[in-house]
């Protein structure tokens, strides 16, 4: 694949070069080139090969793998056991490094099944941060001063809807991430001051940077090809220990036995050179490969460290425990960082890593490639010149595509913003679990989402954002389909279905507001978006999508009439709209007496 160059950093100018740069990164030079030439010729009237794998049973098979997995899982309702629905202290950021989760998983922009049941994606250290960067890191709700923020520096530039082409590029600081500074000065800002953000923390300076970009590519719906490239951006030769990591989600802690028979299974194969994943589940066995000779692969089990977790320091401070034994979901960060030799001892378990120390020249590239495969699909030729074919041949295929997307009268910028717009919309999508019936059973105070114990989420939803809101709203959801339908239809029109289920939608009629609390009534925006997407058949009306929507849109509509329309004249009262129409007056709120509030 061809080299993108780096801009010359003029003379005297090098701090508005550096934020120049880490916004040009966002748009691909190759893919502007590829457009360009692309430009002035005519759209075939023939359908591409993304559009035939779309229509394959709507892409289902192809759709089994997918960016799903979540940017955060802490300081989620759905991860929260507190008495008090304090989500974001009960699971903070730290103890997501040796908590278990229980509803999801997360990671540096990974892939997972459409159930997460496996899970891939890459871990990072440069040398000298206190943390392995498992995942991203932002401020809780509490501590910023205009609410929750993510603090890295990371962008999606491409990714076909069945995801058989993904990129995405992540920013990580050579110099110790600024985790501390973060939070004290935006904790002591108010809300009428701009947010501080890692820019202005000084860690880009002198491009000390390094820029890790991640390739997903599938040869077959059970076959992904996974290429890491690390560029170092900074003025001198740095190290890089980069982990690509596979792991299970723990599906088995809620089982009365502890057998190993309850658990799925990872394992050295028996080459010592790959990891072979029998799991207990649906998805069947899978191999892990790496291209390398002798790769060094850990292996520890994807469980809580309980010892840590009963300690009130954070993992960088527990230098204390580098011999004692660990097994658990944190033994990559103490062996890494703290020498704990356990991770590499182990020939089995529930989460394993090719470890990799790359020490790389100012302005050098250096590469990682792992391929991920259903055991009875191993292919005939794991990496090579078949693995560079295979890549350059999905990407032609991403361009094909949505040069019949994309009009063709825009402009080459226009292309370009057209094109990472849709991987926005794309690598967006999120494996969500809630079961309604695991909810604590209230005692005095009603227990928040108490009212939705019919509720069981198993699905891939589209959500607002995968760190800042790693939950679904519906009547976002109901706007995110429209551009949705322009390039997946099948994927728009299931999204609104699926809000419309049983296991959504209350017997009352309501359709669920957020996690923070589904009973929050939403604007009623369902029924226009069905509406917008039935006519999007090709110019027709697609007539039976509208008779799947019809009758739980009725009960729906009855649900407003009779719970929102003070006078009953179609005007609906109350609501919750968050920042999007920021009032005086808390909407969700009983007014006293007789008033009321009246949307129009």
Known sequence: ???????????????????????????????????????????????????????????????????????????????DKSEDGSCWESFSHDDAAFRAYTSGEDGLLGICDDQAQLCQAVALWNGVDKRLKERF???????????????????????????????????????????????????????????????????????????????????????????????????????????????????????????????????????????????????????FAVDASSPQILFTNNETNVQKMNMSSGPGEMSDLTNVENRFKDAFHDFVIHGNQSAKHLRQGTKCAFYFTL??????????????????????????????????????EADEFYSLVIPGNFSLEEKLLARQAYAGLCWSKQFYYFDGRSLPNGSGEVRRNSRWRHMLNNDVISMPDKWEFPWYAWWDLAFHVIPFADIDLDFAKSQLLLALTDRYQHPNGQLPGCEFQFDDAH???????????????????DVEFLKKCFHKLVINFNWWMNQKDVHGRYLFSGGFLGMDNVSAVDRLMVLPGWHFMQDV
């Not at 740069?21 to 692309?38: F, G, I, K, V």
């Not at 990371?154 to 809807?161: H, K």
């Open 359 to 396: 020490q790389v020249p100012s302005g050098s590239t250096r590469q990682i490639r792992c391929r991920l495969y259903r055991r009875d699909e191993e292919p005939c030729q794991l990496f090579g010149k078949t693995f560079d074919d295979i890549i350059n041949q999905r990407l032609r």
């Open 523 to 541: 604007p009623p925006v369902h029924a226009w978006s069905c509406l917008h997407i039935a006519r999007k058949l090709h110019g027709n009306t």
């Open 137 to 287: 890191f932002g401020l809780t709700g509490p501590q910023g001063n205009h609410g929750e923020d993510v603090k890295e520096v990371y962008y999606y530039l491409d990714s076909t809807p069945t995801h058989s082409y993904m990129r995405a590029l992540y920013k990580y600081p050579q110099v110790p991430f600024p985790y501390e500074k973060l939070i004290l000065e935006n904790a002591s800002r108010t809300r009428e001051e701009p947010e501080f953000e890692i820019l202005d923390t000084g860690v880009f300076d002198q491009n000390r940077y390094w820029d890790v970009v991640v390739e997903f590519v599938k040869s077959t719906p059970h076959d992904i090809l996974c290429q890491y490239t690390v560029h170092n951006r900074g003025p001198d030769s740095a190290c890089l220990h980069i982990l690509p990591i596979l792991w299970y989600r723990n599906t088995w802690f809620k089982q009365e036995t502890n057998s190993s028979a309850d658990k799925p299974l990872m394992k050295v194969s028996k080459n010592l050179k790959h990891v072979v994943c029998s799991g207990i589940n649906s998805l069947g066995e899978y191999v």
């Open 1 to 79: 694949m061809s080299k993108r160059k780096e801009p010359p950093v003029p003379e005297g100018k090098e701090e508005a070069a550096k934020r120049s740069r880490l916004e040009d990164d966002r748009s691909d030079r190759t893919l502007a080139n590829r457009l360009s030439l692309s430009a002035a010729s005519a759209v075939p009237n023939v359908s591409t090969a993304e559009h035939k794998r779309l229509r394959s049973e709507g892409g289902s098979a192809w759709k089994t793998w997918g960016p799903y997995l979540a940017e955060r899982q802490w300081g989620t309702v759905r991860e």
